[in-house]
């Protein structure tokens, strides 16, 4: 199923049509940003001042080898999308398969990684990237738990953001954390966390804001109920938000084909910058 929420409508209205399938291509080169606080890797332009769209990939919870490869995502929007560049951030504390890292610690894996702290360090690299692509839009796409975070970005530092994509987004997180807890029977759920609920910052997102937000509808992990809540409160607020539930696709969503259609389509109604 795929819905759309308009701003004006608090119903949600079926879609037609498709996406045709990205095809699976190699990684470029590495190329690691020395200025930021934070590993990452770069894709497409790499002229600063030609690029229209930047878009920048927060990758979801876990090990690199349990978590959607955001590389692999960040590769294929700048394939996807005229004159783009594309940054793969490294969240704090976390690494990838070949063994870079990013300064700091990491959560526990119980929603407890989304502190404003580590809200703060990605925050920072943002507005890095912002200063040094000053001619593009940003477009800030987050996985699972990095999704969490880049709604929480742009509700409370919305100056960086220009829209963003969240997929498989823990977007509810008192909700999501109690699911989780009847799930894997975990105490450790059941644990206060200082981490930031995106419905609770999801009044400082700015009205300009555009949001996609997928999920599948199998998705056990983060079920669609979450993302429905957290569009659901964007609309409310007049901000346009597409959502959409992929039928057939659990969690590891970030390189389904929607996700980078939906990531295009945004790009294309973005307005352009000076």
């Not at 990013?102 to 990684?113: I, M, R």
């Not at 977007?171 to 799930?183: D, F, H, I, N, S």
């Not at 609770?200 to 300009?208: E, F, I």
């Not at 937000?213 to 998705?219: A, I, N, R, S, T």
């Amino acid at each position: 199923m795929r819905y759309k929420l308009c701003p004006a409508l608090a119903g949600l209205a079926l879609l037609a049509g498709c996406t045709a399938p990205v095809a699976t291509r190699t990684h470029t080169a590495a190329k690691v940003e020395p200025a930021l606080n934070l590993h990452a890797r770069n894709f497409g332009a790499t002229a600063p001042d030609t690029v229209r769209t930047l878009i920048v990939v927060l990758h979801g919870d876990g090990g690199p080898e349990t978590r959607s490869d955001h590389y692999r995502f960040a590769e294929a929007a700048t394939q996807s999308i005229p004159n783009s560049a594309a940054v793969a951030l490294l969240r704090p504390g976390y690494g990838d398969a070949a063994g870079n890292r990013s300064p700091g610690q990491a959560g526990q894996g119980f929603g407890d990684d989304y502190t404003q702290e580590r809200i703060d360090a990605i925050a920072e690299a943002l507005g890095t990237l912002r200063r040094r692509f000053a001619s593009a839009r940003l477009i800030l796409v987050g996985d699972s738990g990095g999704a969490a975070i880049a709604a929480d970005i742009a509700g409370i530092r919305p100056d960086l953001v220009d829209a963003m994509v969240l997929v498989g987004c823990p977007c509810a997180l008192p909700e999501w954390r109690k699911g989780m807890q009847k799930q894997r029977h975990g105490a450790a759920w059941a644990t206060p966390v200082a981490s930031l609920d995106p419905l609770k910052t999801a009044g400082g997102v700015m009205p300009g804001m555009r949001a996609a937000v997928l999920v599948g509808l199998d998705d056990k992990i983060t079920p669609p109920a979450l993302s429905r809540a957290y569009a659901e409160a964007l609309a409310l607020r007049g901000i346009a938000t597409d959502l959409r539930i992929v039928p057939g696709r659990g969690h590891d969503l970030l390189n389904d084909p929607e996700v980078l259609a939906a990531t295009t389509r945004l790009a294309t109604a973005l307005p352009t910058k000076g």
